[in-house]
C-alpha cells in the first residue's frame, strides 16, 4: 500500500469529534448481592431497545426475573470461553440469526470468566504439576485477554458493552484494607480497562424498612479515589452518583455530545422498573486522585 491509499484510508477514517457517537464499553464491579448484573442491564435497555445479550457465568440471569419488564429485553447465554465470545461478537457484526438484533452485550462476571480462561491454560500445559497456575499460566492469560480485546476493537461490532467484576481489596499488615479494585490481576485489568469509558465501583447500604423488606441504598464511584479505583471518561459527574443519575448522564452523553453547564436531572421514566436509588457519599478520609 502506497501513501496515497494510506491517505484515502485516513481521510474516509477522519470524522469530527462533535459528531462521532461511541458505543459505550465499560466495567461494573463491587461486592457480592449489591445489583450490578441489574444496573448492567438497566444501563444497557437505558442505551438501546433492541435485543440484550448477557453472557453468564453463575445464573446472574436470576435476579433480572424481579424486574419483568427489564428481563423481557434480556437474553442470557452460558460463558463458554474466550472464543465463544468471538464468535458471539462475529455474529452480532455481520447481523447472523438470532443475534440480527442486538444493542447491547453485557459479559458478567468477568473476574470469573479471567480466571476460568487462566484454569484452561493451566490444564493445558501438562508440565505443571503443581496443582496450581503458576507464572507462565497466568502470562498466557494476559495474552490470550489481549487478543480478545484485540479482537473486539478491530471488529467493533456496532453494540454497547458493560462489564461486571467482584471486587478485591488490597490489605496492610494490620488486616486494614488500603485498595479496592476489581478482582482481576492488575496486568489483566489494566488491559481491559485501558479503553472503557467507565470503571465504577458498585456499592449499597441496606436497612429494614417499616414492612421488614430490606432498603437499599446503592452509590456508583465513577472518578478514583486513594482507596478505591474507578474512571469516567462521561464529564459531568460527582465522584459518587445515584446508579440512575448515571444512567440518565451515560444516555445523554452518548447521544449529544456537548458540555455540561449544569447537572442534569433524571427523567421519571429512566429506572421505573429497577430498584437502584440514593447517593451514599464517599468516606471523608478517601481523597480524590487527581491525575498530572
Excluded: C
Excluded at 463491587?30 to 438497566?42: E, L, S
Excluded at 494476559?142 to 461486571?164: A, C, G, W
Excluded at 476489581?182 to 424498612?209: Q, W, Y
Amino acid at each position: 500500500m502506497n501513501h496515497k491509499q494510506r491517505l484515502a484510508e485516513l481521510t474516509a477514517d477522519l470524522t469530527m469529534v462533535t459528531e462521532g457517537i461511541p458505543q459505550f464499553k465499560g466495567m461494573i464491579y463491587g461486592p457480592k448481592g449489591v445489583g450490578k448484573t441489574v444496573f448492567a442491564a438497566g444501563l444497557a435497555s437505558a442505551l438501546t431497545d433492541k435485543d440484550i445479550i448477557h453472557v453468564d457465568t453463575s445464573e446472574g440471569w436470576v435476579s433480572l426475573r424481579n424486574h419483568p419488564k427489564l428481563a423481557a429485553q434480556v437474553k442470557t447465554v452460558r460463558y463458554r470461553g474466550y472464543e465463544y465470545l468471538e464468535t458471539l461478537i462475529q455474529a452480532i457484526k455481520h447481523g447472523i440469526a438470532p443475534f440480527d438484533n442486538v444493542g447491547a452485550m453485557i459479559w458478567d462476571e468477568m473476574s470469573k470468566m479471567v480466571a476460568r480462561d487462566t484454569e484452561f491454560v493451566y490444564k493445558m500445559r501438562e508440565a505443571n504439576k503443581a496443582g496450581v497456575p503458576e507464572w507462565p499460566d497466568y502470562h498466557k492469560a494476559l495474552q490470550r485477554v489481549k487478543e480478545l480485546s484485540h479482537f473486539l476493537y478491530n471488529e467493533n461490532p456496532d453494540v454497547h458493552l458493560i462489564m461486571t467484576s467482584h471486587e478485591k481489596d488490597k490489605k496492610n499488615q494490620q488486616g486494614a484494607t488500603i485498595f479496592t479494585y476489581p478482582s482481576i490481576s492488575p496486568s489483566i485489568n489494566e488491559e481491559l480497562g485501558g479503553d472503557l469509558h467507565l470503571v465504577g465501583r458498585l456499592t449499597a447500604k441496606t436497612k429494614k424498612g417499616s414492612d421488614g423488606n430490606a432498603i437499599y441504598t446503592r452509590s456508583l464511584q465513577v472518578h478514583p479515589t486513594a482507596m478505591v479505583e474507578a474512571k469516567t471518561r462521561i464529564g459531568g459527574l460527582p465522584i459518587s452518583v445515584e446508579p440512575v443519575h448515571f444512567i440518565n448522564r451515560a444516555v445523554e452523553w452518548l447521544s449529544v455530545p456537548e458540555s455540561v453547564e449544569e447537572e442534569p436531572t433524571v427523567p421519571a421514566e429512566i429506572g421505573v422498573d429497577i430498584d437502584l436509588s440514593s447517593l451514599a457519599d464517599t468516606d471523608a478520609d478517601d481523597e480524590p486522585v487527581f491525575q498530572a
